[in-house]
């Protein structure tokens, strides 16, 4: 694969990563219960200022028909994971430097799984959209404005189901449908500007999910969105996970969502996973102090006096990071062996795991 190999063996021997950073929870199988592994996942980006690891050793794996959250500041490398287990990295400057992402593809009810950054771009191109879709932030860049509905859903379904005239025209139909768009027929002749803000988001999730994929990333589907829609979005997702059984990967900023939406939850910062587990276990009783400050900056509806906690400090930049663990400027917690070592991975519960040296007590 053209990403890893241009880039230099040293890298990856430079990465200030702990052995045991592969925290694993949940079955092993990866085919039947796990449809998506993704271990030690690396990618930096070159530039002029040195080597952004913006993804540092990432391991997660996502098990059928339930909705893994991936929360994390700004910056953290939320996005920059989710383009590389689709292979959507720009390149140069971006480059994959090491891992696997290992995905199960069921085909004919036979189960085979592939490591998507070893295949061929050509298979890639079947993969991505047909058995992994990724449903992007904003619905305005997401849908080209000089195409009608019509064009734009029919092409996904061309690309992986090869389906034209009536048969194309009737699924492009049944899946404007299946996100509940109203009035699918005349919808379809519409340009992107025509709809509403829901139904263009609707209409990207319909192309998302066109192909019946088996992993659905859905990377800040809400930001550009109002409250209202964004509440009838999160529902409708939900909605297609209870009838298709499918996958969810959510990538959002805010703590409150997870809760909401998500079965288990990855905390992400600098590149890396700091805090992974069942989302209730860790709401009700985070160890990492990072983690613990998303969740307290969440409004909760019971607390209506007082300011919300907000995360002193900047995330920091990630090139030439020092040694250590990269929370340490912003930690209640700090102790000197912070800044010398990364830490390694804690368990806290069956499935909780976690990276610091002094954490949280538990309550
Ligand atoms: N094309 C790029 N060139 C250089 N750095 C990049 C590029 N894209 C992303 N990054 C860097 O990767 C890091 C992670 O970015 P991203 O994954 O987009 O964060 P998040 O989605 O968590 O907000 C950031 O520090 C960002 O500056
Ligand atoms: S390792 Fe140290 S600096 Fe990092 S989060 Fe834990 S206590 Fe804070
Ligand atoms: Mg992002």
């Not at 064009?151 to 009737?170: M, R, S, Y």
């Amino acid at each position: 694969m053209d990403q890893t190999t241009s880039t230099p063996e040293a890298e990856v021997e430079q990465a200030n990563v702990s052995p045991k950073t592969y925290d694993r929870f949940g079955p092993d199988t990866v085919g039947e219960e796990v449809v998506l592994d993704v271990k030690e996942l690396r990618t930096y980006f070159t530039t002029r200022w040195g080597t952004v690891k913006a993804v540092d050793g990432v391991s997660y794996r996502v098990h059928r028909g339930e909705t893994l959250g991936i929360v994390g500041e700004s910056g953290s490398g939320k996005s920059v994971q989710a383009l590389s287990v689709m292979r959507l990295v720009p390149s140069p400057p971006g480059h994959i430097v090491g891992g696997e992402v290992r995905l199960a593809i069921t085909e004919d009810g036979k189960t085979t799984v592939k490591d998507v950054l070893q295949v061929s771009e050509s298979e890639m191109t079947k993969i991505r959209g047909g058995e992994i879709a990724m449903i992007l932030q904003d619905p305005m860049t997401a849908l080209n404005p000089v195409f009608t509905i019509e064009n734009q859903v029919g092409e996904a379904i061309t690309i992986h189901q090869g389906l034209k005239g009536k048969p194309l025209w009737e699924k492009i139909i049944e899946a404007l449908r299946h996100v509940r768009i109203p009035a699918a027929e005349q919808r379809a002749k519409d340009y992107p500007h025509q709809l509403s803000g829901g139904m263009r988001q609707r209409v990207v999730g319909a192309i998302g999910i066109s192909s019946t994929p088996s992993v659905i990333i859905a990377d800040e589907p809400t930001t550009s969105l109002d409250v209202t829609i964004q509440a009838a979005y999160l529902r409708l997702l939900k909605q297609l996970q209870a009838e298709d059984g499918v996958s969810i990967i959510f990538i959002t900023h805010d703590f409150g969502i997870v809760a909401k939406m998500c079965d288990r939850v990855a905390v992400m910062y600098a590149g890396r996973i700091v805090e992974s587990g069942d989302v209730r276990q860790i709401f009700n009783s985070p160890r990492h102090p990072y983690t613990q400050a998303l969740i307290e900056s969440v409004p909760k509806l019971e607390v209506k006096t007082g300011r919300l906690r907000q995360i002193d400090g900047q995330p920091p930049l990630l090139y030439n990071l020092p040694p250590g663990c990269p929370f340490a400027p912003r930690c209640p917690n700090v102790q000197e062996r912070c800044r010398e070592e990364y830490p390694h991975s804690e368990q806290a519960g069956e499935n909780h795991h976690f990276h610091c040296w002094n954490p949280v007590t538990q309550q």
